[in-house]
C-alpha cells in the first residue's frame, strides 16, 4: 500500500487524453508513454508473461500458486483519460485529514470544491483526498484503477501465503471513446472471467449498463440573401433548432437517473448552408433503446419531407447491457460481493449509466462486471478520489482472489454453503 499514493500520483502527472476522431490505435501517441512505463513495472513487481501489442493493449499474469485447479480470473482498467476536459499538465494537490469544508482547487480562478454542491464530500472527512488544481481533469478515470491492479499484484506476489489461482491483468488505450475492447484479444487473455476497475464511489458494484448508439445529423441549407430570401432560403440553422425541438426536453440527462435514458446532444455547429448535430442515445432497456433510434428515424424523415430531403442521419452502435451475458455467471458478482462485505465495505448494486470496457467485453466472450476505483466528479475540473476508497480497492482486488481459491471447485462452480 505504501506505494499506491505515489504511483497514482506519478500515473495522472502522464497526459494520455484519447481523440475520437482519431483512426489510429491507440487513438493518441503520447498513450504509449504510461503504456510502456507500465510494462516496465510489471516486469520489476515480478509478474509474468508481460506483453504489449501493436495497439498498446497490456497482459500480464500472476501464476496460481495452488496445486488444485481453479478458474483463471481477471482484472482490466483502461489507461486513456477523456476528451471532454483537458489532461494535459494534470497537477494534483493532496489535502490530508480533510475538514469537511470547502476545498480551494485554484484561488486565482476561483474555483472551489465546495460539499454544499458536491454532496458526497461529506462522507470522507478526516480521509486524504486528491484533487485538481482546477484547470484540468484528475485522470482517476481509470488511472486509479490501474495503480489499484499493480499495487494488488505486488501485494500478492509478496504475500504468497494467500492462495489464489491463476489472475491475468490487462490495460487497455481508448476506452473513453468507445474502442476500449474493439481490439482486446479474449482468446489470448485467457480468464474464465474478469473485473473492470472503472467505477467511482467506494462500494459500487455493477453487472449492468446501458445500451449505447451514437447520431450523427448532417443538415444542407441553401444561403441566399435575407433581403430576397422568402421561399428560397434555406435555413440549415434553423431546421437543426426544429429537430432539436422534436426530442423529448426532460430526456436528458440532466433531468434523468437510475435506469432512464436520455438523448445527449454533445456537439452543435452550424451555418445557413451546414448545420451538424452529435448526440448519444442511451437507455438501460433494449425496448426503449430501439424506439429512441426510430425516434431520430422519424423526426429526420419528417422534416425532409417538410423541407425536401436536406437532413442526413447515421446511427453507429456503440455497445450492450452486460446483463445479458452477467446473470447466467452470476457468482461471479456474488464473489466480489462477498469481498466486500468481509472488508466491511457496503456493496452499491445499481446499473451503470455509462459503459465500460466489461460491457463489450461480456458479449465478446469474458463477462466482466464492474467494481469501484473510488474516483467522483469524472471528466471535468472538479474530479477527487480518496486515498482510503483506493486502499479498499485493492483489498478487494485480493480478497476477490483468494474466496475465488477457497470458494470454486476444479469445474468452476462455486461451492454451496
Known amino acids: 500500500m505504501d506505494k499506491l499514493l505515489a504511483r497514482f500520483l506519478e500515473y495522472v502527472s502522464i497526459d494520455t487524453q484519447s481523440d475520437p476522431y482519431s483512426k489510429s490505435t491507440p487513438s493518441t501517441e503520447k ?29 500480464a499474469t500472476l501464476p496460481s500458486n495452488m496445486e488444485k485447479e481453479v478458474p483463471t480470473i481477471g482484472f482490466i482498467s483502461h489507461m486513456d483519460t ?19 469544508e470547502d476545498i480551494v482547487l485554484n484561488k486565482a480562478k476561483n474555483i472551489v470544491l465546495s460539499p454544499s454542491y458536491f454532496e458526497d464530500l ?48 490487462a490495460f487497455t488505450p481508448d476506452e473513453e471513446i468507445g474502442r476500449g475492447a474493439h481490439k482486446f484479444d479474449v482468446e489470448k487473455f485467457g480468464a474464465d472471467w474478469a473485473y473492470t476497475m472503472d467505477g467511482s464511489q467506494i462500494g459500487e458494484l455493477e453487472y449492468e449498463n446501458f445500451n449505447a448508439a451514437s447520431a450523427k445529423i448532417k443538415i444542407e441549407g441553401k444561403s441566399v440573401h435575407p433581403g430576397y430570401a422568402k421561399g428560397k432560403m434555406v435555413s440549415a ?6 429537430f432539436l425541438g ?4 426532460r ?31 442511451r437507455d438501460h432497456d433494449s425496448g426503449h433503446f430501439e424506439a429512441r433510434k426510430e425516434l431520430l428515424k422519424d423526426i429526420t ?17 456503440q455497445y450492450q447491457n452486460m446483463k445479458e451475458k452477467v446473470e447466467p455467471v452470476f457468482h461471479i458478482v456474488e464473489i466480489a460481493e462477498e469481498a466486500m462485505l468481509s472488508l466491511g465495505i457496503e456493496p452499491i448494486i445499481k446499473p451503470i449509466r455509462g459503459g465500460t470496457d466489461g460491457s463489450q467485453l461480456s458479449f465478446m466472450g469474458l463477462p466482466c462486471p464492474n467494481i469501484f476505483a473510488g474516483g467522483h466528479n469524472f471528466h471535468g475540473k472538479y474530479e477527487y478520489i480518496p486515498l482510503e476508497s483506493m486502499e479498499k480497492a485493492v483489498q478487494v482486488i485480493v480478497k476477490i482472489c483468494e474466496l475465488t481459491a477457497i470458494q470454486i471447485q476444479s469445474n468452476g462452480k462455486r461451492k454451496k454453503s
Not at 508513454?33 to 509474468?48: D, F, R, S
Not at 435506469?259 to 451538424?276: D, Y
Request: with cysteine.
Open 122 to 169: 461529506e462522507q470522507y472527512k478526516g480521509q486524504t483526498l486528491i484533487t485538481t488544481d482546477g484547470t484540468t481533469l484528475l485522470g482517476a478515470d481509470d488511472k486509479a484503477g490501474v495503480a489499484e491492479i499493480i499495487t494488488a499484484m505486488e501485494y500478492l506476489v509478496q504475500h504468497p501465503e494467500i492462495k489464489h489461482g491463476t489472475i491475468r491483468i
Open 31 to 59: 498513450q504509449w508513454n504510461l503504456a510502456k512505463k507500465l510494462v516496465l513495472e510489471l516486469h520489476q513487481i515480478g509478474m509474468q508473461e508481460v506483453s504489449i501489442d501493436e495497439n498498446a493493449y497490456i497482459m
Open 246 to 249: 422534436l426530442l423529448p426536453s
Open 251 to 281: 430526456e436528458v440527462p440532466e433531468h434523468t437517473s437510475g435506469r432512464e435514458g436520455f438523448f445527449h446532444v454533445h456537439k452543435l455547429k452550424g451555418e445557413i448552408e451546414l448545420a451538424e448535430i452529435e448526440l448519444i442515445i
Open 301 to 317: 424523415s419528417k422534416l425532409n419531407k417538410k423541407h425536401g430531403d436536406c437532413i442526413h442521419l447515421k446511427i453507429e452502435e
Open 82 to 100: 477523456s476528451p471532454d476536459f483537458s489532461g494535459s499538465r494534470v497537477k494534483p494537490q493532496v489535502v490530508e485529514n480533510y475538514n469537511g
Open 237 to 242: 440553422i434553423g431546421i437543426a433548432n426544429e
